[in-house]
């Protein structure tokens, strides 16, 4: 039987299929390596591993057979979440240092090398006081007064005006200006300023702690806003510093602030051993880190002599008129100037039997008398020079005084002529000023010569005598009291010099600048005198300050001269024409004493230095 052939169509496509399996005759042929004495090809096989792929298996919904579910383990309950309470206090923890690392990271303050200041950035507080710009959560930048603890209150005279200087350059640098800003108002508040309480309360400062202080008036609410007058040694003239205290006492008044005076650091001794009382405000003054120099929007403001130019300064001054300013001061010498009982008393007696007059001859009634006049006349010498062009480098005559005066009341012989001086000698029978007799003469200032004349005199030819010669200098008030050696030594830091030095003697630090002796050391070097060590006493020598720390000798001739002082103004107050050079302090408190009406309406306050008008203080 013969075989059927396939069909024509049948072999086509079996040749079809061999070309779509390959579109090539020679088919490439597996890869061979030779190993050894047998050749060897490799294929997928050697690709895929020797053991099988464990192939993939859900977990089964519903429980094996014979076995219960596991039950929750309370104990791993319990432990996991004391490890999670862990992890979150220390997270916490890490968190909140950071964010305190950071805030007290972003701080600059002002550092003073003698005149320079110099704007530095630091990772924590200084230790001393200065203006401190900060950053708050937000990122606003800010700046505050940062007065570390362990500072006695007050600070020194210099250390306030240094802080209000370079609060100026701190505020510009929070500001990012690198000019001078524009001028702004007396109120201007300054909106990148935080006061030291809110500072305190946004963790930009450390809290204050409060155990240490022990007073009497813990009982007395807390002030909202209160204004310090210091009395310091800041100038050695009384008159400024009655000035002083006047003013601040009136915007005390004006701004709704609680008025204190401190007088731990006043160089005459103590407010009551001049006046009768200070006034006592029904609340009590906050810790001495929260009260600051400036700037005047402070809660709790502090003023003395050596920042008065700060805040009773140009912008005061353009603030308020010379009406308005007078009214001020005249507020201030109504609440704060009484005098001791026997003070008042004695200048009563003074003015009375002096105005008491004679009878006239020529008439018959003997209960008709004339009362006498009064022409009081203060005469400054000292240091203190006139404005006027002609006498700057030198004093206005004693004969210009006297000539004023008698132009004031022509030649009727029923007034009398009161002369006050700081210089002795004009009160002793002087050339120039015939006929006039001394204010007061409770306490009396005399010359060395005089002294000498009335055999008040130790050591030969009265070099011993201790005498007012020439007027009031600033040095020779320094020098009451004190030997010769503890004036000039060399080696006496805060002794009565013009300035106080703060150099230790010039020693040089490690980046060669000068050291300086900081406030706060003073206490350590006054716990080593105690060990007996006759180098720590001397320390102790250096560091003391007779301006503000004085011998008792000292201020037993301080408290004379500023009773002298006080008692010349209120027996001047008490005549009927005041003629004085507007130069001096004195001149300016006379008119505040006498009142607006009478010292310019009525014209009984008279100036002989030149055409310059009343002014409440130099600026």
């Not at 006081?129 to 210099?158: C, E, M, N, Y």
Request: net charge neutral; aromatic share 10%.
């Amino acid at each position: 039987m013969r075989a059927r052939s396939p069909r024509p169509g049948h072999v086509e496509e079996e040749q079809r299929k061999k070309m779509l399996l390959s579109s090539r005759s020679n088919p490439p042929k597996p890869l061979r390596f030779s190993s050894g004495k047998s050749d060897r090809y490799i294929s997928i096989k050697h690709l895929l591993p020797s053991t099988p792929i464990p192939s993939p298996s859900l977990p089964s919904i519903l429980p094996r057979h014979g076995k219960k579910p596991p039950k929750l383990n309370s104990r791993k309950i319990v432990r996991s979440i004391l490890w999670l309470s862990f992890l979150i206090g220390v997270y916490y923890l890490i968190s909140f240092g950071k964010r305190t690392s950071h805030q007290f990271a972003d701080l600059t303050f002002s550092t003073s090398w003698g005149k320079t200041y110099e704007i530095v950035e630091a990772s924590e507080l200084p230790d001393h006081p200065t203006p401190l710009a900060v950053t708050d959560d937000k990122g606003k930048h800010h700046w505050t007064i940062s007065i570390p603890r362990g500072f006695d209150f007050p600070l020194q005279p210099t250390v306030y005006a240094d802080i209000c200087s370079q609060a100026e350059e701190v505020a510009r640098h929070v500001a990012g200006s690198q000019h001078k800003p524009e001028s702004h108002g007396y109120y201007h508040e300054d909106s990148t300023f935080i006061d030291v309480d809110d500072a305190e309360a946004q963790h930009l400062l450390p809290p204050e702690s409060h155990s240490h202080i022990t007073t009497d008036d813990t009982h007395l609410p807390l002030c909202e806003k209160s204004l310090t007058y210091i009395l310091d040694a800041a100038d050695a003239g009384l008159g400024s510093a009655l000035l002083g205290t006047w003013l601040s006492y009136a915007l005390a008044l004006r701004e709704n602030r609680a008025f204190f005076i401190d007088d731990s650091h006043f160089p005459y001794g103590n407010f009551s051993t001049f006046f009768t009382s200070k006034p006592v405000p029904t609340c009590r003054l906050p810790p001495p880190s929260h009260r600051v120099p400036c700037p005047h929007q402070a809660k709790h403001l502090i003023i003395s002599a050596a920042t008065t130019p700060y805040i009773f300064g140009e912008k005061f001054h353009q603030q308020f008129s010379r009406r308005e300013i007078f009214d001020m001061a005249r507020e201030g010498y109504e609440a704060l100037f009484h005098l001791r009982p026997e003070d008042n008393t004695y200048i009563a007696n003074r003015a009375a039997k002096l105005r008491k007059g004679t009878p006239p001859t020529d008439n018959d009634d003997p209960e008709a008398v004339v009362e006498n006049g009064l022409v009081g006349m203060h005469i400054r010498r000292g240091d203190r020079h006139p404005f006027s062009h002609a006498y700057s480098q030198n004093y206005i005559p004693p004969s210009t005084f006297l000539s004023v005066a008698h132009g004031l009341v022509g030649k009727s012989p029923h007034w009398t002529f009161l002369v006050t001086s700081d210089d002795a000698d004009l009160y002793y029978a002087h050339p120039d000023l015939p006929n006039t007799i001394r204010a007061q003469e409770k306490i009396s200032l005399a010359s060395r010569k005089s002294l000498i004349s009335m055999g008040h005199h130790s050591g030969d030819n009265g070099k011993g005598a201790l005498g007012w010669e020439g007027g009031f200098f600033k040095d020779v008030f320094w020098g009451l009291g004190l030997s010769e050696e503890e004036k000039w030594a060399e080696r006496k830091v805060g002794s009565p010099m013009p300035h106080k030095l703060k150099d230790r003697f010039g020693e040089k630090d490690t980046q060669g600048r000068e050291k300086r002796v900081h406030h706060h050391e003073k206490h350590s070097h006054a716990k080593s005198v105690g060990k007996g060590l006759e180098r720590d006493r001397d320390v102790l020598l250096v560091e003391r300050d007779y301006r503000s720390d004085p011998t008792r000798e000292a201020l037993q001739l301080r408290e004379l001269l500023g009773r002298a002082y006080l008692l010349d103004l209120a027996m001047l107050a008490q005549s009927d024409k005041v003629v004085c050079a507007v130069s001096a302090n004195a001149c300016r408190i006379l008119a505040v004493m006498l009142g607006w009406e009478r010292a310019f309406e009525k014209k009984d306050w008279n100036n002989v230095d030149g055409s310059y008008e009343w002014r409440v203080m130099d600026y």
